[in-house]
């Protein structure tokens, strides 16, 4: 069982940066690829990003590819997401999830998350 906590979530203005970060539960952090997805009100949960058990393979949905970077600390389990150029429409609630995956694979399918956090919301406005 892993359990994801995020926090981070606020009020930002467009251009602006936000942080969000996730807490996981567990020994076995280094096992789980780790994602962020996000949904925003009347739309389906969409893929923001991804990143491998080591660390060192990410992939990034097109819409934030620039704007958003993702990093995981194995000895802290946590995973982070830092948000800069702030757009309106990433307005929604950002979701952290784990998907047991050891190796360097990772993936970006809703269906291939096993664990979910609660989620934050982050609202972007002009």
């Known amino acids: 069982q892993v359990q994801l906590v995020e926090s981070g979530g606020g009020l930002v203005q467009a251009g602006g940066s936000l942080r969000l970060s996730c807490a996981a539960s567990?020994?076995?952090?280094?096992?789980?690829?780790m994602g962020w997805f996000r949904q925003a009100p009347g739309k389906d949960r969409e893929f923001v990003v991804s990143v491998s058990g080591s660390g060192g393979r990410t992939y990034y949905a097109d819409a934030v590819k620039g704007r958003f970077t993702i990093s995981r600390d194995n000895a802290k389990n946590t995973v982070v997401l830092q948000m800069n150029s702030l757009k309106i429409e990433d307005t929604a609630v950002y979701y952290c999830a784990a998907d047991y995956r050891p190796g360097n694979s990772i993936c970006s399918v809703y269906g291939c998350y096993d664990y979910w956090g609660q989620g934050t919301q982050v609202t972007v406005s002009s």
């Open positions: 567990g020994r076995t952090f280094t096992s789980y690829a």
